[in-house]
């Protein structure tokens, strides 16, 4: 029996955010003995590569005046802006706290589903919000000193990836997977080059160069597996599937760093998940009324 969009959608989504596990332990662990600016340059040199040579032999590149598109644009400004604020952060917190945090993205496509698709959002779904951000506060622990910069950095790039969700929903059909992630790729590569002439090249060892040719392989297959469960199923149902990540980001960490979240971290989690899976039900059950 052939599966509906949404369960690809949801299926992909699923494989993708279990793939990005494997890509941020191995930046993380790249990144004890190289700085992440250049992690990321040489990673986004790799990537690059790889997708251009998928594009090749999909013969996408008489299609490369698509992304001149503004939401092209837009969504892979996004990507890198994120990614950067994501990877970095990733560097100096736990990486079971860097995914609590971003767990927040199906909560955070709320407010960009308003502004920028005119859609109606009812109580339970702001309720479900505010107690997303109670989830947050949670694991930023603020106190008389302030929060962790690296923290709030993290979140900022949940509030990104928001935005980047919604537009990539509203990308044209006709525009390919392949060229939407080239695109992305050669743009985090740029940043990544020009960061790491800026501070300089430090010397890599052949376990940093095959850290990063993992977390180069894990991150192509799940930013095309991301992108592709968006472009067919819906966004208020698909979204909740993010959530498959973070057992295995909370299980690397455990295996990797040997840590662990705190209480109030595991609190913070708890209320994020439950919020945002009652938000996308909440969102579901609106479609349907409207149909």
Same mark, same amino acid.
């Given at each position: 029996?052939?599966?509906s969009?949404n369960?690809?959608?949801? +299926?992909l989504?699923?494989?993708?955010?279990? @793939?990005?596990? %494997?890509n941020? $332990? /191995?930046?993380?662990? *790249?990144?004890?003995?190289?700085?992440?600016i250049q992690a990321?340059?040489?990673?986004?040199v790799?990537?690059?590569?790889l997708?251009?040579l998928?594009?090749?032999?999909a013969?996408?590149?008489?299609?490369?005046?698509?992304t001149?598109d503004p939401?092209?644009l837009?969504r892979?400004?996004?990507?890198?802006v994120?990614?950067? +604020?994501?990877?970095?952060s990733?560097?100096? @917190?736990?990486? %079971?706290?860097? $995914? /609590?945090?971003?767990? *927040?993205?199906?909560?955070?496509?709320?407010?960009?589903?308003m502004?920028?698709?005119?859609?109606k959002v009812g109580?339970?779904r702001?309720a479900?919000?505010?107690?997303g951000?109670?989830?947050?506060?949670?694991?930023?622990k603020p106190?008389?000193?302030?929060?962790d910069?690296?923290?709030l950095?993290?979140?900022?790039?949940?509030?990104?990836?928001?935005l980047?969700?919604?537009i990539?929903r509203?990308?044209?059909?006709?525009?390919?997977?392949?060229?939407?992630?080239l695109?992305?790729?050669?743009?985090?590569?740029?940043?990544?080059?020009?960061?790491?002439?800026?501070?300089?090249?430090?010397p890599?060892?052949p376990?940093?160069?095959?850290?990063?040719?993992i977390?180069t392989?894990?991150?192509?297959?799940?930013?095309?597996?991301?992108?592709a469960a968006?472009?067919?199923?819906?966004l208020s149902?698909?979204?909740?599937?993010?959530?498959?990540?973070?057992i295995g980001?909370t299980?690397a960490g455990?295996?990797?760093?040997?840590?662990?979240p705190d209480?109030?971290?595991w609190?913070?989690?708890?209320?994020?998940?439950a919020s945002?899976?009652?938000a996308?039900h909440?969102?579901r059950?609106?479609?349907?009324?409207?149909?």
């Amino acid at each position: 029996m052939a599966l509906s969009d949404n369960a690809r959608g949801a +299926l992909l989504l699923s494989g993708a955010m279990t @793939i990005f596990v %494997a890509n941020d $332990a /191995a930046m993380k662990l *790249a990144a004890q003995d190289i700085p992440m600016i250049q992690a990321l340059a040489v990673r986004g040199v790799l990537a690059t590569a790889l997708f251009g040579l998928l594009a090749w032999r999909a013969g996408v590149f008489a299609k490369l005046g698509l992304t001149r598109d503004p939401k092209m644009l837009l969504r892979t400004a996004a990507e890198v802006v994120g990614s950067m +604020l994501f990877m970095l952060s990733l560097a100096h @917190i736990p990486l %079971a706290t860097a $995914a /609590a945090l971003n767990q *927040a993205v199906p909560l955070l496509t709320i407010p960009f589903a308003m502004l920028l698709l005119g859609e109606k959002v009812g109580w339970r779904r702001i309720a479900a919000l505010l107690a997303g951000f109670a989830g947050v506060i949670l694991i930023l622990k603020p106190s008389p000193a302030g929060v962790d910069p690296w923290l709030l950095a993290s979140f900022a790039s949940a509030w990104i990836f928001a935005l980047r969700d919604s537009i990539t929903r509203m990308l044209s059909s006709s525009i390919p997977t392949v060229l939407v992630t080239l695109l992305m790729s050669a743009s985090m590569m740029t940043v990544g080059v020009i960061g790491t002439i800026a501070i300089g090249w430090t010397p890599m060892t052949p376990h940093g160069w095959g850290l990063v040719a993992i977390a180069t392989v894990a991150v192509a297959g799940g930013y095309t597996l991301q992108v592709a469960a968006f472009r067919v199923g819906e966004l208020s149902l698909v979204g909740g599937f993010r959530y498959a990540g973070l057992i295995g980001s909370t299980l690397a960490g455990w295996l990797l760093w040997d840590y662990l979240p705190d209480a109030l971290t595991w609190t913070g989690m708890a209320l994020i998940v439950a919020s945002g899976i009652y938000a996308l039900h909440r969102s579901r059950v609106r479609a349907g009324q409207t149909r």
